[in-house]
């Protein structure tokens, strides 16, 4: 195998050199623990606070309505059960195509009593605001939508979901695990209470996350013990990685724009590509309110995970959007939720592009597809799936 | 690769992959839990089979467990091949991880549905399987 082309960067990113180089010093000689009073503590302490300052600067938000987290999955558990536990009992708005961190939360706040509408979306993906204020009940406690959907990339009209949820005084999370560091966040202008976002997504480390707080919100802790994190999130600050999350973002402050740019024309040329070559395709996702590096593609009569090893024979890592797990395969929820019929949604390849994508990598993708597809058609049944 | 290079291999060129026309027997079986589907079609000479053809649609090992099923039964009375077993098929393969044993298994069923198609045929009664 020669050529190497990586097209899953919703799934991560590698770390970017910068960060690698920033964080080094915090495995070695700055190893103490930010609580610890010593000289050692402080330095670690010092360390913590200068990167939450970076991600505050970043988000527009003040360094103490953040709070550094394990993962997305952490954030979006502690943002969604940690809104809606801290007002007992009552109704949460969330979406069908949310990430499962935040669907399968919100099942488990139904296991407790609470009340879980599920918003539906449209063909694109998108969740209509209006649907949002039909849903809406005195007893709403909680609006929980995802910024940018991994696997198909539209991004929602969070903005007009913020201002209904604040014109009914609900507080709003939103899950931006894949918008953050890739398209700008305004959470004072989006109406939003609670924000998830990640680090590996954007060049950075995994293992840390955070989840922003505006300030006033009432939360409760899903994770006790220590006092750290203003006593929203206990456990020993994992140093290097909050270290690497603050690089990261500015190194997304300075890329971020440019780099949309190139990865977009980039994705449009994989999609004209493909859509040139390979009969029975289809584009998912809405055609422009989308994630810069993402192309969810449909072969139809194809099963996604034969394309997939059939890439990944030619170097090329992208992901299946239905998953066969112990010999079921489940197709992916949130192509089930637009209505994408059964024999394009089993299907289903997600591309996603990032930083080191070249055009050259693009074009061996679209002749590799075309291939592959085109084998594996042969062997298939006329009409099977 | 948590496949073998046989699998790998039989999955990039598929052997005898393709419809036949006026075949002997065919018949083919699905696999309901994930949708994958096995097809075969046989051509029969002095009770043996000829030659072997096949369409399938499902994983990439679902595609090479058929495409290995066609080089395995090649030759064999067809009798033999109505007790055809998935384990054959999957040691053929040098073996399948445990979520992929299906793939062996739908393989094997529509051999098998295709070879019972060929001897109802021959004896002038349709039996189960499917043209």
Redesign the interface.
């Given at each position: 195998m020669s050529r190497r082309v990586y097209l899953d960067h919703n799934a991560s990113t590698p770390v970017h050199p910068e960060v690698v180089a920033a964080m080094l010093p915090y495995f070695g000689e700055i190893y103490g623990n930010p609580s610890s009073v010593h000289g050692f503590g402080r330095d670690a302490r010092a360390a913590v606070d200068a990167a939450r300052e970076r991600v505050a600067a970043f988000l527009r938000v003040r360094p103490d309505e953040l709070v550094f987290t394990s993962g997305g999955t952490e954030s979006d558990n502690f943002g969604l059960k940690g809104l809606a536990l801290a007002r007992g009992r009552g109704h949460v708005i969330t979406s069908t195509i949310e990430h499962h961190a935040v669907l399968r939360s919100a099942q488990a706040l139904e296991a407790q009593g609470f009340a879980v509408t599920y918003l539906r979306v449209d063909v694109h993906g998108m969740v209509d605001p209006d649907e949002v204020r039909r849903a809406l009940r005195p007893d709403t406690i909680a609006i929980s939508v995802m910024h940018a959907n991994s696997e198909v990339g539209t991004i929602q009209p969070v903005g007009a979901i913020g201002a209904i949820a604040r014109e009914a005084g609900v507080p709003f999370h939103v899950d931006a695990v894949q918008t953050f560091g890739k398209v700008p966040i305004d959470v004072d202008a989006l109406g939003i209470d609670a924000l998830s976002f990640s680090s590996h997504k954007v060049y950075g480390p995994k293992g840390i996350a955070g989840l922003y707080i505006r300030r006033g919100t009432k939360m409760v802790s899903i994770q006790h013990g220590g006092e750290h994190e203003r006593r929203r999130r206990a456990g020993t600050e994992n140093v290097p990685g909050i270290v690497g999350l603050g690089t990261a973002v500015e190194v997304r402050a300075r890329d971020m724009k440019e780099e949309g740019e190139r990865v977009t024309a980039l994705r449009d040329r994989l999609w004209e590509g493909i859509r040139a070559r390979v009969p029975e395709v289809r584009l998912n996702g809405h055609p422009t309110e989308r994630l810069p590096g993402t192309a969810n593609i449909c072969y139809r009569n194809v099963e996604s995970e034969s394309i997939v090893l059939g890439l990944d024979l030619k170097g090329i890592a992208v992901s299946a959007g239905s998953a066969c797990t112990a010999g079921s395969v489940e197709p992916s929820h949130v192509l089930v939720a637009m209505g994408v019929p059964l024999d394009w949604a089993m299907g289903a390849v997600r591309s996603s592009l990032g930083r080191s994508t070249t055009a050259e990598d693009v074009d061996y993708v679209v002749a590799s597809v075309t291939e592959v597809v085109a084998k594996i058609r042969k062997a298939m049944p006329v009409g099977a799936a | 690769m948590r496949?073998s290079e046989t699998l790998?291999e039989h999955?990039?060129n598929?052997r005898n992959?393709?419809?036949m026309r006026d075949a002997d027997g065919s018949g083919?079986d699905e696999?309901a839990?994930?949708?994958?589907?096995a097809?075969f079609y046989l051509r029969v000479q002095d009770g043996r089979l000829a030659q072997a053809r096949?369409?399938?649609?499902?994983?990439?090992p679902?595609?090479a467990a058929?495409?290995v099923t066609t080089e395995l039964a090649g030759g064999r009375p067809v009798e033999e091949l109505v007790l055809l077993k998935a384990q054959e098929i999957e040691d053929a393969l040098d073996g399948l991880p445990?979520?992929?044993?299906?793939a062996a298994e739908v393989a094997a069923g529509a051999m098998r549905a295709a070879a019972l198609d060929a001897l109802g045929r021959t004896r002038g009664e349709p039996m189960k399987g499917e043209a």
């Open positions: - | 496949y790998v999955f990039l598929p992959a393709g419809l083919s696999y839990a994930c949708g994958d589907l097809r096949f369409q399938a649609y499902g994983c990439g679902t595609i058929a495409s445990e979520d992929r044993k299906h």
